[in-house]
Nanobody, 119 residues
Framework: QVQLVESGGGLVQPGGSLRLSCAASGIIFSIYVMGWYRQAPGKQRELVATITSAGSTVYADSVKGRFTISRDNAENTVYLQMNNLKPEDTAVYYC?????????????WGQGTQVTVSS
């Protein structure tokens, strides 16, 4: 059974930082592409960042230069370091994984963690 468990969300002021973690189980973590997506109220879920098994990364334009995705294959964990947070970053952040780097086939999702950026 695949499980993705996110942690690290919370309330932060604009310009602040948060680090999200996602612990995976039930998969051979090292061969999966991992990603972070987010969904703000009234909006569609959108890609934030992905990282392949080889460490190649892709970022949404809105977070480039501010967010960094990384993975620790020994700990079966993927991270999202978020710096210089803006109110528009407020959303539920979801961890996801897929066997295919093009995100074809089945995607597994975590339960989400709330990030709120507000003064």
């Amino acid at each position: 059974q695949v499980q993705l468990v996110e942690s690290g969300g919370g309330l932060v002021q604009p310009g602040g930082s948060l680090r999200l973690s996602c612990a995976a189980s039930g998969i051979i973590f090292s061969i999966y592409v991992m990603g972070w997506y987010r969904q703000a109220p009234g909006k569609q879920r959108e890609l934030v960042a992905t990282i392949t098994s080889a460490g190649s990364t892709v970022y949404a334009d809105s977070v480039k230069g501010r967010f960094t995705i990384s993975r620790d294959n020994a700990e079966n964990t993927v991270y999202l370091q978020m710096n210089n947070l803006k109110p528009e970053d407020t959303a539920v952040y979801y961890c996801a994984c897929n066997r295919d780097s093009r995100w074809l086939g089945r995607t597994y999702w975590g339960q989400g963690t709330q990030v709120t950026v507000s003064s």
